[in-house]
């Protein structure tokens, strides 16, 4: 069973299906092609996984891609192209 969601990632929309348990971490790196994100620690503590949902940081290896439904998430990918990335 999957489930539907839409969001904008990195200032695009996108609209995928995604296993109910899935991981936002998971979701980023195997679905969506962005390793940006890592995985590291998988207990929220290290930083590495930290992408940002409504501009709030929070720890993708675990936080539910279903949460992502209908918000904003940025990926460091997201910041490629500013002036804080140079």
Known sequence: ???KIELQLNGAPVSLDVKPQALL???LRDDLGLTGA???CDAQVCGACTVLVNGAPVSACSYLAA???GHAVTTIEGFRDTPAFE
Request: no cysteine.
């Open 1 to 3: 069973m999957t489930v």
């Open 67 to 69: 949460e992502t439904d």
């Open 25 to 27: 971490l998971d979701v």
């Open 38 to 40: 890592k995985l590291s």
